[in-house]
């Protein structure tokens, strides 16, 4: 077990220190890894402030824990200082949900904000801890009862701003990388770049990204002022500068988890790139050992596959990504059976945890497992509480069921998705109404004129972004809504729109698959095509293909 020490520190305030930290950590919790969070900055702490993280006001934290050392000279239990985060979705503000999180999430505050607590921080003289209360022990025993006590992969440190005592216990004894925030005016990087040379200078010379924000938006400036800026920068740090924040007034005026919201912004898309770039300078650990098996597996290093298997499978048996990793190092060898274990303890582990859950759902299908398939969704639905996850469950329920003739389940699937929509203020998209409208037909054999009339117009606004879709989406779409048309009586429209399907598909290669309304399946493109035709012959006699009449 490996745990990545990473520090976020700037040498003034002002650039959203504590705001990038927490963004971070929810972004790499999001996507399935153990974070605890230190608030470290005691003067002006903030990480318990965040709404979505639901900590209440007064957890004891950091002071506490150095004043019950300094007072006892005993080590205090870190489980008493440490609190598990639940976090909230907070998309609707009168009805908070809990927010799902496929890893854990963990924050050490920097103490209780009572009335003692400043009598407290400022009874810590952190000099005194270092030369006469064997500080540096003290804080590697900190660090060892962290990493014993919750394994975590990555623990992020919020570093008070300047030139202190605490701030050189952030950045030159806990970390392993160094997360340098900086504005761009000259005595912030004056100041930054003076940090700069401190650790790398120093004994333990951790890993150092720099990062520009809060950067603002200042297009049309005719003297590349930003450009100079950031030259100004790569020059007195020694390193070209390639993560920047940009700035955001909502970010100004409130504390905001924004990797957790539902419409990307640009700012949440940077705090992404800023995780993955901790992950990708972690030398050791979950992320380091997937990129490795991934590396052995593109070089067809065996011995290397089978070596990185035996740590996974040992030193991380109760992670989700570790099994997946198992699963592709399995389906290397060939061994469908131990993949296929393997794909179902990463979704045993971690429940909400899309890749398994799709790479099983595929393991199924081409396997023609159908009886297993419907028998897997359905346990999957009945154990869902997301609304969105759920909504798509119901969708691959449905598609199951269409497929092996069932119509009369599949409308019922379709339907329930569409109230759940429906209560979240969301409108059905185009393709589960069309779903909801063949699986009536096929279930009643009665033509409803008026819904099909409705995709008719749905359709046609939507012609413009046809041709933006691949060859095989073109052709699925087209070929479903021939359907519409002879079902509104338009059989000339029907027909021209099943030889756009043919046209396509021209260039397509001979081994696509192409995903065919009549059988609700992906068919090779030449059994595609047959079926195309017979649809064809269909209208001619005006019915469809399953012989409804439509003329």
């Not at 005595?187 to 150092?208: C, H, M, T, Y």
């Not at 691949?470 to 099943?498: E, F, V």
Request: hydrophobic share 40%.
């Amino acid at each position: 077990m490996h745990t990545f020490w990473t520090t976020f520190y700037s040498y003034k305030g002002g650039v959203g220190r504590s705001m990038a930290l927490a963004n971070v950590a929810a972004s790499l919790a999001s996507s399935g890894r153990r974070v605890m969070m230190i608030d470290f900055d005691l003067e002006a702490p903030g990480l318990d402030s965040f709404e979505e993280f639901g900590i209440p006001q007064g957890k004891v934290g950091v002071v506490e824990y150095v004043c019950h050392y300094l007072r006892s000279g005993q080590i205090a239990r870190i489980e008493d200082h440490v609190h598990e985060i639940r976090p909230l979705d907070l998309s609707d503000p009168d009805e908070p949900k809990p927010q799902p999180l496929e890893g854990k999430l963990w924050l050490m505050t920097s103490g209780a904000k009572n009335d003692s607590y400043n009598e407290k921080r400022l009874s810590i003289n952190w000099a005194d801890l270092y030369e006469n209360h064997s500080g540096g022990d003290f804080f590697d025993n900190f660090k060892a009862e962290i990493e014993e006590t919750y394994r975590p992969d990555y623990v992020l440190v919020d570093s008070r701003t300047g030139l202190t005592d605490v701030g050189g216990v952030c950045t030159l004894h806990l970390p392993d990388l160094v997360v340098l925030l900086f504005s761009l005016n000259e005595q912030n990087l004056q100041g930054i770049a003076s940090v700069a040379r401190v650790l790398r200078d120093s004994e333990k010379f951790p890993q150092i990204v720099p990062v520009a924000t809060p950067v603002p938006n200042i297009q049309g400036d005719g003297e590349g002022l930003l450009e100079r800026r950031m030259e100004r920068a790569k020059e007195l740090l020694g390193a070209e500068v390639k993560r920047t924040l940009s700035y955001s007034p909502t970010v100004a005026l409130k504390e905001r988890i924004l990797v957790w919201g539902r419409r990307p912004m640009l700012l949440s898309l940077q705090y992404g790139e800023l995780a993955e770039t901790l992950r990708e300078s972690n030398p050791g650990g979950l992320d380091f050992l997937r990129r490795e098996a991934d590396a052995a597996l593109e070089s067809l290093d065996v011995e290397r596959a089978e070596e990185i298997g035996k740590i996974l499978s040992g030193d991380y048996s109760d992670r989700a990504d570790s099994w997946l990793t198992l699963a592709q190092l399995a389906m290397s060898r060939g061994d469908a059976a131990q993949m296929e274990m393997a794909l179902f303890k990463a979704l045993d582990l971690s429940p909400g945890n899309q890749t398994a859950y799709q790479r099983i759902h595929a393991l199924l299908k081409t396997q023609k497992r159908y009886d297993d398939l419907l028998k897997f969704i359905g346990g999957r639905i009945e154990s869902n509480s997301d609304s969105r996850t759920l909504i798509q469950r119901l969708g691959n329920r449905g598609e199951v069921l269409m497929k092996l003739g069932r119509p009369t389940e599949a409308l019922a699937d379709y339907e329930r998705a569409i109230k759940m929509k429906k209560n979240e203020g969301t409108e059905a998209d185009y393709p589960t109404l069309f779903n909801v409208a063949e699986a009536r037909r096929r279930a009643t054999g009665v033509i409803h004129r008026e819904e099909w009339s409705g995709l008719v117009k749905l359709f046609e606004a939507a012609l413009s972004g046809v041709s933006s879709l691949p060859s095989s989406g073109r052709a699925n779409q087209t070929q479903a809504m021939h359907i519409a048309y002879a079902c509104t009586s338009n059989l000339a429209k029907a027909d021209s729109l099943l030889e756009e399907t043919a046209k396509v598909l021209q260039q397509a290669s001979p081994q696509e698959r192409v995903f065919c309304v009549a059988d609700y399946d992906h068919l090779p493109l030449r059994q595609f095509l047959i079926r195309n035709r017979e649809m064809k012959d269909s209208l001619a006699r005006g019915e469809l293909w399953d012989g409804m009449k439509v003329g």
